[in-house]
């Protein structure tokens, strides 16, 4: 069974902090990596994805990708109260196009 | 420029009866993918459709059927639906049968089944 595994949380952050959440994934045929953001009762937002070993860096956020360790990350910078979602990070193969996701991290950021 | 647009936003069906969601893919994009996202849980894959036809499916039931018409525009159909349906149902659109294109989500349609 293909999986992707995040921490449910709630990680707690202090307004202003570097929230950093985390994936593995088991899949080592996974090419592409994407970060969603959900906010309760709404559908995911796509904040950015990664593909190549390294950090990927857009605004406030950075992706960061170890597919030796299998593992991928994201950091968000200057937390703000607005940044609590759950963060769903999603794996995709190169021949197979659907995405795997994992159950998603909850985020709090406390002003 | 139209996101990704999805109907109804919510419906109520009972037990055994069927459903049909509709989606509309984002301007310039030719790949419709659906998903089912019970609550607490990560999206789940349904199946793709491209050039009209499904390509991939995940570990779902016969019951679950699709469509895909040639302005790219999708249907999602459920039979005999039962209670474990009640969902959250996501139409995901993308450019193409390439791995790592950006792939939006629309704003998804509530399923509940009593």
């Known amino acids: 069974q293909k999986e992707v595994e995040q921490n449910s949380g709630p990680l707690s952050v202090p307004e202003g902090a570097i929230a950093s959440l985390n994936c593995t994934y088991s899949?080592?045929?996974?090419?592409?990596f994407f970060w969603y953001r959900q906010y309760s009762g709404k559908s995911p937002e796509l904040i950015m994805f990664?593909?190549?070993?390294g950090d990927k860096e857009d605004g406030r956020f950075t992706a960061q990708l170890n597919k030796a360790s299998q593992y991928v990350s994201l950091l968000i910078r200057d937390s703000q109260p607005s940044d609590s979602a759950t963060y769903l990070c999603?794996?995709?193969?190169?021949?197979?196009?659907?995405?795997?996701f994992g159950s998603g991290t909850r985020l709090l950021v406390r002003p | 420029d139209a996101g990704v647009t999805q109907s109804p936003t919510h419906l109520i069906k009972t037990r055994g009866q069927q459903v049909t969601l509709r989606c509309s893919p984002k301007?310039?994009?030719?790949?419709v993918s659906w998903y089912q996202q019970a609550l607490g849980q990560g999206p789940q894959f349904i199946f793709q459709?491209?050039?009209?036809?499904?390509?991939q499916r995940g570990n779902f039931p016969d019951r679950f059927s699709g469509h895909q018409f040639p302005n790219y525009s999708s249907e999602l159909n459920v039979n005999a639906l039962l209670l474990g349906d009640s969902a959250l149902y996501l139409c995901?659109?993308?450019?193409?049968?390439?791995?790592?294109?950006?792939?939006?989500f629309g704003e998804g349609s509530w399923l509940t089944v009593v």
């Open positions: 459709y491209y050039e009209e036809e499904e390509r």
């Open positions: 899949d080592r045929g996974s090419q592409s």
């Open positions: 999603a794996a995709q193969g190169d021949s197979s196009y659907k995405l795997i």
């Open positions: 995901a659109s993308s450019f193409g049968q390439i791995s790592g294109n950006t792939i939006y």
């Open positions: 301007s310039g994009h030719d790949t």
């Open positions: 990664i593909y190549s070993n």
